[in-house]
């Protein structure tokens, strides 16, 4: 979803002539006033134990507010934690909540690192070279 772009709802009217879509005839509905209202926020968790499980990273966050999931990402081969995850608040604000409340703490003995995530595919690329790059010759 794109901030500020018009979002289509099935039980709203659209305007033919122009595209926006109406709850009531002359009040368009903006996809980034319901941004915070309608999607999940997906917050990274970075500091994990790797004995965190995804259910004690689901209690810790409850603290803060609603939790629609909670992840602790493994490594695929070991099964074994990679130290970092991720957790979806219900509400924006619920995620600023859990970002201002547990940012820095103490969980299972780690500090943790509580800040939103970014979309997939846009993270640091710059150690992704593979090894050395030579001239031609």
Request: aromatic share 8%.
């Amino acid at each position: 979803m794109v901030r500020g772009a018009y979002l289509w709802v099935p039980s709203l009217t659209p305007d033919h002539d122009s595209g926006t879509v109406f709850r009531v005839p002359g009040n368009a509905v903006n996809a980034g006033d319901l941004w915070g209202r309608v999607m999940a926020q997906k917050l990274f968790i970075g500091g994990l134990s790797f004995s965190t499980s995804n259910e004690r990273l689901r209690e810790v966050f409850a603290q803060a507010g609603v939790v629609e999931s909670a992840q602790v990402v493994t490594d695929r081969e070991t099964g074994r934690s990679r130290g970092f995850g991720f957790v979806e608040m219900a509400t924006a604000e619920d995620a600023e909540a859990a970002v201002k409340k547990l940012n820095g703490q103490e969980v299972d003995g780690r500090t943790l690192t509580v800040q939103p995530a970014k979309p997939a595919g846009l993270g640091d690329r710059s150690r992704s070279g593979g090894g050395q790059r030579r001239g031609r010759w």
